[in-house]
């Protein structure tokens, strides 16, 4: 009795977990709003509807040549979908579409997704990562009045938009003494660089250098200007050798003035990403978002030669032609380090370590067409799918009822309980229904009544041979049992491979296999024999079984 008294506990035990499982309610998620991004209180959805059922989103990729022309665009693209296919699987989207179609173009079809801007931004993220040396040696304060000198020459001064030009010298100025007093401790040293950009030229006034080497700032209306200018090829060929300039990701606000620094850096980076081996997200107390990083044994082994010649200097994290941060180097770094995300949030973090994790792009993306997209079957075939699966269910019902009598209506609770069982398992798991998931749901109800099947027709011939009704039913479940446990694993690893080498709905279909053998184990050996126990408990002198 005690053991059917546990056995009774776990079935209600089962129940209520698939329940709570299966239950809609109010979470708290992050959605998006007509303002932007914010966490509101919504309701979950416990089994998200696949692309062929509910829609979502389609993404067409090419390779991007704006930038320069890619000299082996198959291999890139090659390489580019598995980037891309590795970031949409840690994206989390379930039953994603990642391929390739044509020669050039990439298709990513994305079911559900509810942000489309930040799958967009994920997929299309280049996550070249670099680490570069900030210049110590002035350069750019040296370059400036040959830079001035060829703006006047070329008169690319005039090509400027009047109102980003505008008083631009008067703001530089202000800058300057804005800088200047809010970095005390620097002054003697501030005062010094920005004797050599006095020269009151169109390039230089624009550019305040900060209190640190290679350091500068731009205000963020003349950054169009810049932008402008070093575009130029005489400008960048006036740029000085081994140097580049880049941009910051952030802004500072000193005053009423907004800032954006831009560096001047070493061209040659001391290490690149293409050593790394993790990334994580994370929030530290000064910093604030992080995203720390671990590079592998060659990597670190370079990174802690590299950083080691460079004590006391700073190193700019530049990601995407970006700098990230650049803080000192106070001593020799080995394999792990982190990237500053200054104002980003912990979403920025984590879409960070995603692509960082998942690898660079072999050459940029560009969005060649993004739309949103309905249920691909449309609402009839929709109906036509689910009256299928209802009909083939029913005439399973009707069989057991009348085949096996009282037995069989056991097998058809238990069968209620696997359907249960198995939709709590596909909520659990976060699948996303398809078609092809729901004729995988509904073959797997044959493969749970098959396996009450054998275990009831066992039974009978234990009851043809004179045994007695329990005896007949503990042999039956036992004889059954290799018989039911060889059909399922096998199917199991079919179901398995499945899932390893398919994509899109035939991964959904061997999820939904994969759950539903677990459900009809449970179901149909478990549950049901749970069921002739209490049966037997009642009827302890029993001698005949409706079967």
């Known amino acids: 009795m005690s053991n059917l008294k546990y056995r009774l506990l776990t079935i209600a035990a089962l129940i209520v977990a698939s329940g709570w499982a299966l239950f809609p309610r109010q979470?708290?998620?992050?959605?998006?709003?007509?303002?932007?991004?914010?966490?509101?209180?919504?309701?979950?959805?416990?089994?998200?509807?696949?692309?062929?059922?509910?829609?979502?989103?389609?993404?067409?990729?090419?390779?991007?040549?704006s930038r320069g022309a890619v000299a082996n665009k198959p291999e890139a693209l090659d390489r580019a979908l598995k980037v891309v296919r590795t970031r949409i699987d840690q994206f989390g989207v379930s039953e994603p579409v990642v391929q390739k179609v044509g020669?050039?173009?990439?298709?990513?079809?994305?079911?559900?997704?509810?942000?489309?801007?930040?799958?967009?931004?994920?997929?299309?993220?280049?996550?070249?990562?670099?680490?570069?040396?900030?210049?110590?040696?002035?350069?750019?304060?040296?370059?400036?009045?040959?830079?001035?000198?060829?703006?006047?020459?070329?008169?690319?001064?005039?090509?400027?938009?009047?109102?980003?030009?505008?008083d631009s010298a008067k703001k530089g100025s202000e800058i300057k003494s804005l800088f200047a007093g809010a970095a005390d401790s620097a002054k003697k040293k501030s005062a010094a660089d920005t004797a050599t950009t006095a020269a009151n030229g169109p390039f230089a006034r624009l550019i305040s250098p900060a209190q640190y080497p290679g350091f500068y700032y731009v205000a963020t209306t003349d950054q169009p200007e810049i932008e402008g200018y070093l575009a130029n090829a005489d400008i960048q060929a006036a740029l000085p050798p081994g140097k580049v300039l880049k941009w910051g990701v952030d802004t500072v606000s000193v005053g009423n003035r907004w800032l954006r620094p831009i560096f001047m850096l070493d061209a040659r980076p001391i290490i690149t990403g293409e050593y790394l081996t993790d990334a994580k997200p994370n929030s530290v107390p000064i910093e604030g978002t992080v995203v720390e990083f671990q590079l592998n044994n060659e990597g670190g082994r370079r990174f802690?030669?590299?950083?080691?010649?460079?004590?006391?200097?700073?190193?700019?994290?530049?990601?995407?032609?970006?700098?990230?941060?650049?803080?000192?180097?106070?001593?020799?770094?080995?394999?792990r380090g982190q990237i500053t995300m200054g104002g980003g949030d912990l979403q920025a973090a984590q879409d960070l370590a995603l692509v960082l994790r998942a690898g660079a792009l072999p050459a940029p993306l560009k969005v060649a067409e993004v739309r949103q997209i309905g249920a691909s079957l449309g609402q009839d075939s929709i109906n036509k799918g689910i009256l299928a699966g209802v009909i083939a269910i029913g005439l399973v019902v009707v069989i057991m009822l009348v085949y096996?009598?009282?037995?069989?209506?056991?097998?058809?609770?238990?069968?209620?309980?696997?359907?249960?069982?198995?939709?709590?398992?596909?909520?659990?798991?976060?699948?996303?229904?398809?078609?092809?998931?729901?004729?995988?749901?509904?073959?797997?109800?044959?493969?749970?009544?098959?396996?009450?099947?054998?275990?009831?027709?066992?039974?009978?011939?234990?009851?043809?041979?004179?045994?007695?009704?329990?005896?007949?039913?503990?042999?039956?479940?036992?004889?059954?049992?290799?018989?039911?446990?060889?059909?399922?694993?096998?199917?199991?690893?079919?179901?398995?491979?499945?899932?390893?080498?398919?994509?899109?709905p035939v991964k959904g279909f061997a999820v939904t296999l994969l759950a539903g053998i677990a459900a009809s184990m449970v179901s149909a050996i478990f549950v049901v024999r749970t069921f002739f126990l209490l049966w037997l408990s009642r009827n302890r002198s029993a001698e005949t079984l409706s079967i």
């Open 27 to 65: 979470t708290i998620e992050r959605v998006k709003r007509a303002d932007g991004f914010g966490y509101d209180t919504v309701k979950k959805v416990p089994l998200k509807l696949g692309l062929d059922l509910r829609g979502g989103m389609h993404l067409a990729l090419e390779i991007d040549e």
């Open 103 to 166: 020669t050039d173009r990439i298709v990513v079809e994305l079911p559900g997704i509810d942000d489309p801007a930040r799958a967009t931004d994920v997929v299309q993220k280049a996550a070249f990562l670099q680490f570069q040396i900030t210049d110590k040696t002035g350069a750019l304060e040296k370059v400036a009045p040959r830079l001035d000198g060829i703006i006047k020459d070329k008169k690319l001064a005039k090509a400027a938009s009047p109102d980003v030009r505008g």
């Open 304 to 335: 802690k030669n590299e950083t080691g010649k460079h004590v006391n200097d700073y190193m700019a994290i530049v990601l995407d032609d970006r700098v990230m941060s650049a803080p000192v180097i106070k001593s020799a770094i080995g394999t």
């Open 404 to 504: 096996y009598r009282f037995s069989g209506m056991l097998a058809v609770v238990a069968l209620v309980l696997y359907v249960l069982f198995t939709l709590a398992a596909l909520a659990g798991f976060g699948a996303v229904l398809t078609l092809p998931g729901l004729a995988g749901f509904v073959l797997s109800i044959g493969i749970a009544v098959d396996a009450n099947v054998l275990i009831f027709e066992r039974i009978r011939e234990e009851l043809v041979h004179g045994k007695a009704v329990r005896t007949a039913i503990d042999e039956g479940f036992r004889h059954a049992m290799s018989a039911i446990i060889d059909s399922n694993v096998s199917t199991a690893l079919t179901a398995a491979v499945l899932y390893q080498y398919g994509t899109g």
